[in-house]
């Protein structure tokens, strides 16, 4: 089988579909499945026949490998739907591309280019029901794959299942978060898994996130794992700061996620005429500018919220707090950014997707 062109996609409609049983009005994040899910399991070296079947539990083997070697990767996506009823994605391309980049770390067989946005389409034409239009809430889009084959022995599986699964939410008010600043453990290391939407990279980050949650912070903002000097990322964000009127973000590497929102934000920023650099930002800057008056404001930047401004921080037993701002660089960021996402505003960049 040629596996750049897909074969047909064979569908198994819900015979009762569970759409009445929603609140729209009232959508968590996350926590909603829709009616059906996309599938595709890999086997004697192929991907086979793509499904779309109602969304269902799985039966695994207690031996498969995911349960005990984590090999697993995923992405995260969302749908919106215009006024005009409109199907729309945002840069899907660059999820369909990072699933694989983060699979060839991990020892998974990459997915099929075509597969993943044909199978993604189809499954969004079928649930196009289940894309919320209420404001600022989407359809938010799970891909993911994982080992199924079964057996102790530490080594890569010979068998993998991907899936793409939906779940209509609401917008994501996490409100303004307080964050610490961590200097004893690491998310990722250079040479590690850092830079993939790895399953274990989340793992890994729950305990020292508890911890910070029990001192009173949201989130960890994860330096880099040698000298904990320079500011990374948060948790499922990228992190921007805002000194005096620069906008400033690191650079990513391979211990940092390349995220969507990131690099939308850089170019939709330039274009707002707002200096942007992307370089190292030390801790001590960071202090610094938050003593002497100069940090503005810090957000976090990722698909779910898709900016998530920060109140203060935490550094050593100390905290500082940011600013309130009239006209934050936050809130005029997101503006232009849904804008787009929801079609409401023209597209310069390319970046919408209509799903026809
Ligand atoms: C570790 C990490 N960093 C950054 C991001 C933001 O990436 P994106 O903007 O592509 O959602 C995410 C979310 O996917 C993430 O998990």
């Avoid at 590497?253 to 005429?273: N, Y």
Wanted: glycine share 8%; proline share 5%.
């Amino acid at each position: 089988m040629k596996t750049d062109v897909i074969p047909t996609i064979k569908i198994e409609k819900t015979k009762q579909s569970k759409i009445k049983e929603v609140d729209f009005n009232n959508l968590p994040f996350g926590q909603i499945l829709s009616d059906h899910m996309f599938v595709c399991d890999y086997k004697n070296g192929v991907w086979q026949q793509p499904q779309i079947v109602p969304y269902q539990n799985l039966s695994l083997d207690p031996s498969a490998k995911i349960f005990h070697y984590g090999q697993s990767v995923f992405e995260g996506m969302k749908a919106y739907k215009d006024d005009k009823g409109n199907i729309l994605l945002f840069r899907p391309l660059e999820n369909q591309k990072r699933i694989n980049i983060s699979a060839k770390r991990l020892a998974i067989p990459e997915f099929p280019e075509s597969y993943f946005m044909e199978g993604l389409k189809a499954l969004l034409k079928l649930d196009s029901d289940w894309i919320p239009t209420t404001d600022g809430s989407s359809l938010y889009i799970r891909p993911f794959i994982f080992a199924t084959g079964h057996g102790f022995h530490a080594s890569p599986s010979d068998e993998y299942k991907f899936i793409i699964a939906c779940s209509p939410s609401g917008a994501y008010f996490g409100g303004k978060v307080k964050v610490l600043i961590e200097q004893k453990y690491s998310r990722s290391a250079n040479g590690g898994v850092g830079y993939a939407k790895a399953g274990g990279n989340y793992a890994g980050q729950f305990y020292p996130t508890q911890l910070a949650v029990d001192k009173g912070y949201q989130q960890v903002i994860w330096t880099d794992d040698t000298s904990h000097q320079y500011i990374e990322e948060a948790g499922a964000m990228n992190i921007f700061v805002r000194i005096n009127d620069t906008l400033i973000t690191a650079p990513t590497s391979e211990r940092i996620l390349d995220g969507i929102t990131r690099k939308s934000l850089i170019e939709i920023a330039k274009d707002e005429g707002i200096d942007v650099e992307v370089r190292k930002i030390t801790v001590h800057e960071l202090t610094e500018a938050a003593e002497n008056g100069t940090l503005k404001e810090m957000f976090g930047a990722g698909t779910a919220a898709v900016i998530s401004p920060i109140a203060g921080f935490g550094f050593q037993d100390k905290d500082f707090d940011l600013p309130i701002l009239e006209n934050p660089f936050a809130a005029r960021l997101k503006k232009r950014m849904t804008d787009i996402q929801y079609n409401r505003a023209e597209d310069k960049f390319g970046w919408r997707v209509v799903v026809n």
